[in-house]
């Protein structure tokens, strides 16, 4: 069926219709933009919804725990998923919502052009209609007036008393009414064969073909609707398997949940690496009382004048803090003077006694190691948090160790800077065309001493590793860095191969005034300028001549005395060397 022999008849309903047609596609467009819309703004808010409870702080203060990082990959996930809902929206508003409009202005210029092309084809026919109708009238208006005409002369022609010219008159005037009746069939029997002629051409040529065009563009309309129905659908389709893995992940996630790894995180973390407190030992004050034969109380042998503690019940310091992180600091029964009290705070005891001060020191002398082995470490200054010493056990070696990592990878870093610039400098001076071989060496001497403060900072950390651990640092024959000579954190103990003893009453200031200045064994001259910031170190300038007071044992530092006496450590590569001789004077260059 055709809508041109059909409906030949209907053009202004076909003329409704196909307006009716583009409005509906244009009203399935806004619907796809209202949707496509929904999809933005919901993608929108779920990548705020992310945002909002990522974490906002560095991965490494992150807890590792499992449940955490479930949590974390499935927010991945979902911010994924976002991703998908914003690839479905950028694909509905270019595949379907701009191509329907597209389409909908083509249509709108296409059936334009086919409803002009049939209003004037109507104009057309109207206009042969009315030139067939005009020469119509015109016959029926002279066939009339031939009529008359007729009759008046029939008339004279009979009246015996008309003269001959009046019938000669009306004889003529009928003869001229019938020739202009005779024009007028002709021009109206030939419009109105043209005007059959073209009816038959609107009608079955040229409506034909407008409606035709007409039922073409409405059906394609009707299909490019199918068509993007189809594509409304087939975005969603093709996300579908990136979406089913975005939820296979979070269930992914989901499982990978592990309450025994989040337990031994949870130990990881918080073990202290302290010994759980021993029992306390019995302390009997009723020993001087007198008691008769009846008493049923715990006595005492009369001849023991000091209860010593039992070594199984002895506590530590370490054990005294792990109590005190469940209840208040134990108090030392002790009344002994401001002097004793000061004393046990500054050293650590191995036991806890209630004993009389004189003994209790006297012991001290002989079996007590001090925190502090020499008291230029007091001179240096206050013992710092940088050794980590305020945190239990476990976790100041964990820190330690991560630390040590990451020097140790900011010093591999300078080394290849180093031999970077080292194979630079060898091509300047074997091609000097390319660059100044020269203009290095300020950028070498800043890599080295880079790399001697990183070495510093790592054997620092060892050192105090090897303290947390308990263990003999392996270089204990190599003198350590200035910074941990010259700052002795708290906690730490200098090991110089001789025992340390404790210093009581006058022993205090023989300390300070054994500290005598080192022999000099030689003379250095400074080749660079030293900024001496690290405590412990010396600052130099370029040129400077200092005494040698202690060589490099390997670790790349040699202690040196300014004139003024001020005493530090500096790069052996920043200074050049001159040792003397039986100490009269002769020098040898190194």
Known sequence: MTWGTELWDQFENLDKHTQWGIDFLERYAKFVKERLEIEQTYAKQLRNLVKKYCPKRSKDDEPRFSSCMSFYSILNELNDYAGQREVVAEEMGHNVYGELMRYSQDLKSERKHHLQEGRKAQQYLDQCWKHMDNSKKKFERECKEAEKSQISYDRLDNDINATKSEVEKAKSQLYLRTHSADESKNEYAAQLQNF??????????????????????????????????????????????????????????????????????????????????????????????????????????KNEGVVKPDPKHSISKAAKNKLWLFGKKPKVRDSSSPAIKTF??????????????????????????????????????????????????????????????????????????????????????????????????????????????????IHKNESWLSEVEGKVSTRGDRRPSADVNHHTPHGRERSEGTETRCLCGNEFDDEFDNDDPLPVLGHC???????????????????????????????????????????GYVPTSYVEIAMEKNSKGAVTYI
């Open 196 to 301: 059959n002629g073209e009816q038959w051409k609107h009608f079955n040529v040229a409506i034909p073909q407008i409606f035709k065009n007409l039922q073409d563009m409405d059906e394609r309309r009707t299909v490019k609707l199918g068509e993007t129905y189809r594509n409304f659908a087939e975005v969603e389709r093709r996300v579908v398997p990136i979406i089913s893995k975005c939820l296979e992940g979070m269930v992914t996630a989901a499982k990978a949940v592990d309450q025994r790894k989040d337990s031994a995180i949870v130990v990881e973390s918080f073990k202290s690496g302290f010994e759980p407190p021993g029992d306390f030992p019995f302390e009997d004050y009723s020993q001087n009382l007198s008691r008769t034969g009846s008493d049923n109380t715990i006595s005492t042998p």
């Open 525 to 567: 001259k400074a080749l660079y300028s030293f900024d001496g910031q690290n405590e412990g170190t010396l600052l130099m300038k370029e040129d400077d001549v200092l005494y040698i007071i202690e060589e490099d044992k390997g670790d790349g530092w040699t202690r040196a005395r300014k004139q003024s006496g001020e005493e």
């Open 344 to 457: 046990t705070r500054c050293f650590n005891s191995e036991q806890l006694v209630c004993i009389d001060p004189i003994a209790f020191c006297l012991s001290e002398l002989r079996t007590v190691k001090p925190r502090i082995a020499s008291f230029r470490g007091l001179k240096r200054g206050a013992p710092s948090l940088e050794d980590f010493s305020h945190l239990p056990p476990e976790q100041r070696r964990k820190r330690l160790q991560a630390r040590i990592d990451e020097l140790s990878k900011e010093l591999q870093k300078e080394v290849d800077q180093r031999d970077a610039l080292n194979k630079m400098k060898d091509v300047y001076e074997k091609n000097p065309q390319m660059g100044d071989p020269q203009s290095l060496q300020p950028k070498i001497s800043e890599t080295m001493c880079n790399m001697e403060k990183l070495r510093s900072e």
